[in-house]
């Protein structure tokens, strides 16, 4: 898939977590071809269409694994800065807090640090797309009926690493000359997630902004 690069120093070729893979010679390792193909056109409104005759399941599983890859990415050139001491809470801007809970192993939302936070957020999307039974990668084998349910959860609890990293570090972004990758990742992350309604315009507010400004350029 369509990855962001980076060339400002090797710091940036770690990740916060390990990188997710599509299986090489899948439809979906197809359809990641497919998605960086269009991508490279520069429209991203276009990108994140559905491709004529693909499977919804498919296209929001594979764009789902990209957008954990680049989150990963950004995030992990920022773990320096964002620290238990420096980020005490977990929030995007003064308005704005989260307490984490994944309705398993923690059932009662708990206030805990953004490296933290984005700790128990990550590792949770990271088994899930690591559950076949969630996020199917073998040919013949079917999404579960709560897929796309399944999905908005993830995407939803995503953007709140981005709204967390545009709120609290755009200055070590600046600096690190990453501001035109987090800009072109958000960007694709919010257009695909405006194209089939996968996260509700509330969840939106911390970066409402900055998301009419991107999308009307």
């Not at 005759?53 to 992990?76: H, S």
């Not at 989260?98 to 398993?104: E, F, I, P, T, V």
């Not at 070590?172 to 990758?181: A, S, Y």
Request: glycine fraction near 4%; aromatic fraction near 12%; proline fraction near 5%.
């Amino acid at each position: 898939m369509w990855h962001v690069s980076f060339d400002s120093g090797s710091r940036n070729n770690k990740t916060f977590k390990p990188k997710k893979k599509i299986v090489e010679g899948s439809h979906q390792y197809e359809l990641m071809k497919h998605a960086a193909s269009t991508l490279g056109s520069g429209n991203l409104r276009d990108a994140v269409k559905l491709p004529d005759g693909e499977d919804i399941n498919e296209w929001v599983a594979v764009n789902t694994v990209d957008f954990f890859n680049q989150i990963n990415m950004l995030y992990g050139t920022l773990t320096e800065f964002c620290t238990d001491k420096t980020c005490p809470i977990m929030r995007a801007g003064p308005k704005y807090e989260y307490h984490w809970a994944d309705g398993l192993t923690v059932k009662k939302p708990i206030k805990c640090s953004a490296p933290k936070y984005i700790d128990y957020l990550m590792t949770w999307v990271q088994d899930q797309l690591d559950d076949e039974a969630v996020f199917p990668s073998k040919i013949g084998v079917p999404f579960p009926k709560s897929f796309l349910s399944i999905a908005k959860i993830i995407l939803k609890r995503m953007f709140r690493v981005y709204a967390h990293i545009y709120h609290e570090h755009f200055n070590q972004v600046i600096n690190l000359k990453e501001e035109p990758h987090l800009n072109t990742s958000f960007k694709h992350f919010i257009f695909f997630v405006q194209e089939f309604n996968l996260v509700e315009e509330k969840e939106l507010m911390p970066l409402e902004e900055l998301i009419k400004t991107l999308t009307t350029k």
